[in-house]
């Protein structure tokens, strides 16, 4: 059996009628930009996370700038984000005119550490120049961080929240989905996402309603209603009507395809934990499975060894961003932030899509086990 990390094919196959059929309505109405389709689906997924509100943008990474853009950073506002994820998350500080400070992660639910974070933020009000002002949690692989924790640390010192959710879309906590877990969140629609388009997209979540007209402004080049005048700093930030229409019809799997990805991070959790480190699954909290990964020992070997087996890995993230060229100016360099770094060494990531058959989830599985 071939089997690959995600899986796009077999999904496509199965909703290619409707695919085609949601891609023609755009060609009969031609409105490529603002068509019916992205007002739909913002709807339909502001519904479906209990967000307040949806505003569709051209990727993840917008996702996140435009909302920091709204929050008014700047030159001078330390934005505190996880050094362990992927480089969007900072990129997405620094092109919003902001500094990232970087903090170390649990290793148990590799999210952000709400201890360590209290420790960075009290130490940039002492130490530093820089005004605090926002908080990037992100949920590492689909697990939401510990929201509760970070929105009472956000309050306390008066920052903002505004949640990653690239990878964690369909997850939730405590009978709450992602989207309404932080006043703000950001999420991807990038193919190999929990919910992926065909090309780049991604949207912004939101309980906060006055932001919404800020939101659509700066995704439209900062104009006015009429979009006549310019009244801010804005940008070309749009979600295109074609991958609007994909996304519906991709939503009308989503939730079955979250249970898939459910059953199969539960199976490989029951059949792993007690020979690899598998990601911990704090109570009452819902995985969105984007990715599985568990810590192993001597990486090089058990990848080899899985290769072998036939079952593909991958690596995310290989390094914690406080190290990366770009981000290093940022920080204390190697060995501030312990935990991170070692996650980077360990970590690895095992086939994770909702059409793994039980006879693949067992070849998987199998694998792991006999290459430890
Ligand atoms: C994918 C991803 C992004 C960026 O999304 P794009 O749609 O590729 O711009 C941001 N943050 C995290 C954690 C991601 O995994």
Redesign the pocket.
Known sequence: MSLSLFDLKTQSALLKPLIKQKIEAVLEHGAYINGPEVAEFERQLAALSGAKAAVGVS??????VIPLMALGVGPGDAVFIPAF??N??AN?VLLAGGTPVFVDVDEATFNIDPGQLEDQIDRIKLRSKLNPKGIIP?D?FGLPADYAAINAIAQKHGLFVLA?A??SFGGGQDGARVGALAPVT?T???PS?TLGGYG???AILTQDESLVPVLQSIRWHGTDEARKESIRVGMNGRLDSLQAAVLLAKLTVFEDEHRRRAAVGAAYDAALKDVVTVQALPPGTRHARGLYSVLVSDRPKFQESLKAAGVPTGIYYGMPLHLHAAFRSFCNGPGSLPVCEGLAQHIVALPMHPYLTEAEIAQVTGAVRRAV
């Open positions: 990727s993840g990474t917008d996702a996140l994820t992927y969007a998350t997405a992100v590492l990653d690239a990878q950001a991807s629609f990038f996402k780049d997209a991604g």
